[in-house]
């Protein structure tokens, strides 16, 4: 199991499994730092996620608001759905179609 998160311009791209197992690679999340206004994070990779590693996207959206920075979601897949609805946090998910 692995993770990979390639910045590409204003695209993140995830690949392979965000979990609790993983997402300490990218703890603290630096690539944030590299973004001026907003980002896409693309999930077409993404094969698995876990409630951890909804937690840290969580995480992510509030420290990219603290600093001004938007992020869309795209490509998000259904079990990332499943979970954020389950939590009752898809709310909070900022999903482009």
């Not at 944030?32 to 698995?48: A, I, K, P, T, Y």
Request: charged share 15%; hydrophobic share 45%.
């Amino acid at each position: 199991m692995t993770l990979k998160i390639e910045p590409q311009g204003e695209v993140f791209y995830f690949t392979g499994v965000l979990n609790r197992d993983t997402l300490m690679l990218y703890s603290p999340f630096k690539l944030l730092n590299s973004v001026s206004e907003r980002v896409n994070f693309d999930f077409s990779g993404l094969e698995n996620i876990d409630t951890a590693g909804l937690a840290w996207l969580l995480q992510q959206l509030a420290a990219a608001k603290q600093h001004g920075v938007v992020i869309s979601l795209c490509n998000v897949p259904k079990q990332l759905l499943s979970l954020a609805d389950v939590t009752a946090v898809r709310p909070l998910l900022p999903i482009s179609k």
